[in-house]
């Protein structure tokens, strides 16, 4: 089909959802999706993200949560840019509130050779008159009356005198949040509770480095220099992030952790946290709250004997040093990229002998075929992040799994039919149900090394049967096979977000959350709670890999500031 073809295919169905939208032509709006279509709206027809499968919930949605005023106008398709297929990019407005947005459409022809929406994407870009913009992008002071860092103090001075947001967590996540925010001129305050941003990555375990391309896991407004490695060390990592802390002018207390249930008071719309700082204990009182406290405390299962055990037993997160433990026989408990990484660094420092204990089932993808799959496709190095971020995004989760479920495993498969042979042979189980979700960091291994030594034999794999108890030598599993051991790891997750949250906010606070968890998939397929509404006023929770933070940061930062402005 020629270029003008579709560029005319695509004008004529984005003029007539305009009419739709302009008149509030409900029917008509909703008549321009397939009967199975998706919409995925982010801010644009509620303060929410919502994705909406099939007509009726799609009728549904925007009859329930949308004024006449809400609907955008006009659309705007930029020439022929965008279009691959018959599927493009717009932008729009919104009358109520004043706001600018962006969306993405995929089109296919339904049983009568009509052209409607396969996807719909919209997305809130900007408040009008409050778009994103540095404090003082000039760079020079007037009379240079003022050096930088006097500049710098002041405004650090007025954010603790009184902080907007409280940002509790230094990492990425919180890191990019605060960035944020810091350009759409909002005062936060991150507490961080190690005494140097980066810790919670120079701490974790020696061998350690992002499983994901440099590329895909890059930081919000400053992407990673061209000679930074594919594979980020820990190390180098957590440097970058203190640096970018000093570079964005973040204002971070560091050694700083709340000392007792916060308070939040309905009336003024503030909360009272109590701060210790150092050597001090401060009281603050922002109007949001965010939590960018990473994962769970470390998930130790109890069986009994674990405390007759006579050698080493500790949990991943405090995996430190495998050469104190040359020669010695090692069990790791867990099948996941934590514990890959362990028998990997174990085998490196010549452990007499290394066995993984798998208790379930794992989706294993290799690095290589990631990289030639998923990262190529979502993550080309000619195409600016945020443009990236944005098409990633405007693909309903839902949807996306759906499609993974055929094409996306086959291919998989085929890149890495080898490397699963070799592990079925070596008696490690194989799932796939860990690739739908492997956004979601569950259930997976992102192979970068292990699966070779497993199939070598120089990880040996103990599977299908439960451990039964401990004893001074060892692990004895169910069926009656023993495994003796001078080191035991246990890799097995972290606790779910929400023992995190309770212990720091109290119950009756968590009891007023949105159910089920922190973090997962909804029934429409967006991420509990993170970065949208928490079911407490004033409370957010900034979770999740670095895309997640990088993009999802923009509408939590709309959302706080429409607060601030009195439209939502």
Excluded at 389 to 409: C, E, H, V, Y
Excluded at 504 to 533: C, F, H, M
Aim: net charge negative.
């Amino acid at each position: 089909m020629a270029s003008e073809d579709l560029h005319s295919i695509s004008t004529d169905w984005l003029k007539s959802l305009e009419v739709a939208s302009s008149t509030a032509d409900t029917v008509s709006f909703v008549n321009h999706f397939l009967s199975d279509g998706w919409f995925r709206d982010l801010l644009c027809f509620s303060w929410n993200h919502r994705t909406l499968s099939g007509l009726e919930k799609i009728r549904e949605f925007l009859s329930q949560t949308i004024t006449l005023s809400m609907l955008p106008s006009p659309f705007k398709l930029p020439g022929s840019q965008g279009i691959e297929g018959v599927q493009g990019a717009f932008t729009f407005s919104i009358t109520n509130p004043a706001a600018l947005g962006r969306g993405f459409f995929r089109l296919v022809q339904d049983a009568d050779k009509k052209w409607k929406a396969l996807t719909l994407f919209t997305n809130m870009q900007d408040l009008v008159g409050h778009k994103e913009s540095p404090p003082n992008q000039h760079g020079l002071y007037e009379d240079r009356e003022i050096t930088w860092e006097e500049d710098v103090d002041a405004k650090w001075r007025a954010i603790e005198a009184d902080p907007t947001v409280l940002i509790v967590g230094g990492g990425q996540s919180g890191l990019m949040c605060a960035a944020r925010l810091r350009m759409l001129g909002i005062r936060a305050l991150i507490i961080e509770k190690d005494a140097r941003v980066g810790d919670c990555w120079r701490q974790r375990y020696p061998n350690l480095t992002l499983h994901t391309p440099a590329s895909q896991s890059s930081i919000l407004y400053s992407p990673y220099p061209i000679n930074f490695p594919k594979y980020i060390p820990k190390g180098k990592l957590a440097d970058f992030l203190e640096s970018y802390a000093v570079n964005q002018e973040l204002c971070v207390w560091l050694s700083s952790t709340i000392i007792s249930i916060p308070i939040y008071e309905a009336l003024s719309a503030r909360w009272t946290v109590e701060v210790q700082h150092g050597d001090q204990k401060v009281i603050l009182n922002p109007k949001h709250l965010i939590l960018a406290t990473g994962s769970g405390s470390p998930h130790i299962p109890t069986w009994s004997g674990m405390d007759e055990f006579q050698g080493a037993l500790y949990h991943s997160d405090f995996h430190k040093d495998a050469e104190q433990f040359r020669g010695k026989r090692v069990i790791v408990v867990g099948a996941g990229n934590a514990s890959g990484d362990i028998c990997q660094d174990f085998v490196a420092h010549g452990a007499a002998e290394v066995t993984l204990v798998q208790r379930s089932a794992t989706c294993v993808v290799s690095s290589a075929a990631m990289e030639k799959t998923r990262f190529r496709s979502l993550y080309p190095n000619s195409t600016p992040m945020e443009e990236l971020d944005f098409r990633s995004n405007s693909m309903p989760l839902a949807f996306l799994l759906q499609l993974t479920k055929s094409d996306g495993i086959r291919h998989m498969k085929m890149l890495d039919q080898e490397l699963h042979d070799g592990l079925r042979q070596a008696g490690f189980n194989l799932t796939w149900e860990g690739f739908l979700y492997s956004r979601l960091g569950s259930g997976t291994m992102l192979d970068i090394g292990c699966g070779k030594l497993i199939i070598e034999g120089r990880v040996r794999v103990k599977q299908g049967q439960d451990i039964s108890h401990f004893d001074k030598d060892g692990i004895t599993f169910k069926d009656g096979f023993k495994l003796s051991a001078d080191v035991i790891v246990l890799a097995t997750g972290n606790e779910p977000i929400m023992k995190t949250a309770r212990a720091l906010l109290g119950k009756e606070i968590t009891d007023q959350l949105l159910p089920p968890e922190v973090w997962g998939l909804d029934s429409e397929g967006e991420l509990n709670q993170a970065y949208r509404p928490s079911g407490h006023p004033g409370l957010w929770f900034a979770v999740g890999p670095f895309g997640a933070a990088r993009f999802f940061s923009k509408h939590l930062g709309l959302q706080i500031l429409a607060r601030e402005l009195r439209i939502a």
